[in-house]
């Protein structure tokens, strides 16, 4: 009987010594509970150290819910990602397997002295970045002059920044002509697409937790053809082999050809050779070539090389005049012209430029050889207004210059090069020998020849 009734009171008593002990005995925290950061899917794992536990438990719970996750070495919640380990009753570990971004929160570890005592923390779960494919951009084909917005949707925990880059390097150009290497924000609006911005892009995602995610867009631009003749006017002589050539900027890729002087289209054969050299797959830019293995005089004309695509045909031409053959001591070869013009697609072009396409001949006492080339120089408006953009140069009165042969160098001077030109004033005209010094004696001709050179030579 005795021995019986001995057993509560024992226990009773050593609960009444660990409750009523003073403070040293009384369980204490050894830290503040860590605060956690896990990737999406990995374990966390919360450790608790409890000083002198004695008679008491430690439980884990879920400060947002109120709920009981476990109690000493049980697990009460129906979660089966928990569970909880410990070492000799000092060291409590909460595990959550798997997390799961519902698993963010404060964690509490807890243990039941009266008031109970506890600390908490916090598990971040962190999601790498991810693209998403609907709202994203897939590849886009626009119209040369369109405005144009690449999308990248990222999602991520924290949020992703999406960059944008060009995947061949390089800038990429805004609206305000400013040129950055990259962008940053999920979208890249680009007004006024030009031929320049072709081409792949990658919208990368990254918020700081690995992988880092990219997406390849590829912006496809479609224009009418272009097509720049380098050498407008080739003089040969019969039996001469000779290569004429043209460049032409088009997309969709262009059919081009060339045709003879009958209008007739050139092929293959023992006279001729024709060929398109592209300088990469998905360039816009070609060059056309016609190898004539040995001029004849039917020959001797206007050959045309024409450009097509879906958008328009543009063509130019080169004249092959005759020459006598040169005596043999001196160096065979074909007597440049070098000059160059841009033709676009006339229809356009000459609405846009506001340019009329006639003969250059006033004021001017040329053969018509010189026409042609005064001709081909005003179709090129395309490009003079790029010059002129560039230079900030009143077209008008570059176009006047151009057409009496440019009283005006000085201004010519300082649109072109910031050469250190003096203020312009009338007296500066037609006193340009230090200018024309700075040029190869090419340009050093008399003055009118000197300009029309100069403006075609852009
Ligand atoms: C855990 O984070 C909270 C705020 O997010 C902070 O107050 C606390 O000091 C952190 N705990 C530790 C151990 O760093
Ligand atoms: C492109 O955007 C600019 C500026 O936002 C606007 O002025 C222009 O009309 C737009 N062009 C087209 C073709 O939508
Ligand atoms: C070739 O065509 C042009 C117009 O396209 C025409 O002016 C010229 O007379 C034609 N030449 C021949 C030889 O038919
Ligand atoms: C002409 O022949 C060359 C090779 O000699 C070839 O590269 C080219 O494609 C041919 N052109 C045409 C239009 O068939």
Not at 339 to 344: D, I, P, R
Not at 394 to 406: D, M
Request: charge should be positive; aromatic fraction near 10%.
């Amino acid at each position: 009987m005795l021995l019986v009734l001995a057993i509560p009171v024992f226990f009773i008593a050593t609960w009444a010594s660990a409750l009523n002990d003073p403070s040293s005995e009384l369980p204490r925290f050894e830290h503040p509970l860590n605060n956690l950061t896990i990737s999406v899917g990995r374990e966390a794992i919360f450790t608790c150290i409890v000083e002198n536990l004695g008679p008491y438990k430690v439980a884990w719970l879920r400060v947002d819910t109120q709920t009981i996750l476990t109690i000493a070495s049980h697990v009460i919640t129906k979660n089966h990602r928990i569970a909880v380990t410990h070492s000799g009753h000092r060291a409590w570990f909460l595990h959550i397997r798997e997390t799961r971004e519902s698993d963010r929160g404060w964690y509490m570890c807890q243990v039941n002295t009266d008031p109970m005592s506890s600390i908490t923390g916090f598990l971040e779960i962190v999601v790498p970045p991810d693209i998403l494919d609907y709202p994203t951009s897939t590849d886009m084909e626009v119209r040369e002059g369109s405005n144009v917005t690449l999308r990248c949707a990222a999602t991520g925990t924290p949020k992703p920044t999406v960059t944008w880059r060009r995947e061949a390097g390089g800038t990429i150009t805004l609206s305000n002509w400013n040129e950055v290497a990259s962008i940053e924000g999920p979208e890249l609006e680009i007004t006024g697409v030009t031929r320049l911005h072709m081409g792949p892009y990658l919208c990368i995602a990254s918020n700081g937790v690995p992988p880092t995610v990219s997406k390849r867009i590829v912006l496809i631009v479609h224009f009418p053809p272009m097509v720049w003749v380098e050498q407008q006017l080739i003089g040969a002589y019969e039996g001469q082999k000779l290569v004429l050539e043209c460049q032409s900027e088009a997309y969709p890729r262009p059919i081009t050809y060339w045709t003879k002087p009958t209008n007739e289209t050139v092929t293959n054969d023992s006279h001729y050779k024709v060929e398109t050299i592209s300088k990469g797959y998905k360039d816009y830019k070609i060059t056309m070539t016609l190898t004539i293995k040995s001029v004849r005089a039917q020959d001797f004309g206007f050959f045309r090389c024409v450009s097509t695509n879906s958008l328009g045909e543009t063509d130019n031409r080169i004249k092959l005049y005759r020459i006598d053959k040169p005596p043999t001591t001196r160096r065979p070869g074909t007597r440049r012209d070098s000059k160059k013009s841009w033709k676009l697609d006339h229809s356009h072009e000459k609405k846009a430029a506001g340019m009329r396409d006639e003969p250059m001949s006033k004021g001017s006492s040329d053969s018509g050889e010189e026409q042609i080339e005064f001709q081909s120089a005003t179709a090129s408006s395309t490009f003079h207004r790029h010059f002129l953009t560039n230079f900030e140069m009143n077209p008008s009165r570059v176009t006047r210059q151009r057409k009496f042969g440019g009283p005006n160098f000085c201004e010519l001077r300082k649109a072109v090069k910031s050469f250190q030109a003096p203020a312009c004033g009338g007296k500066e005209k037609f006193k340009d020998k230090e200018f024309l010094g700075n040029f190869s004696p090419e340009f050093q001709r008399p003055r009118r020849t000197v300009m029309r050179d100069y403006l075609l030579s852009f």
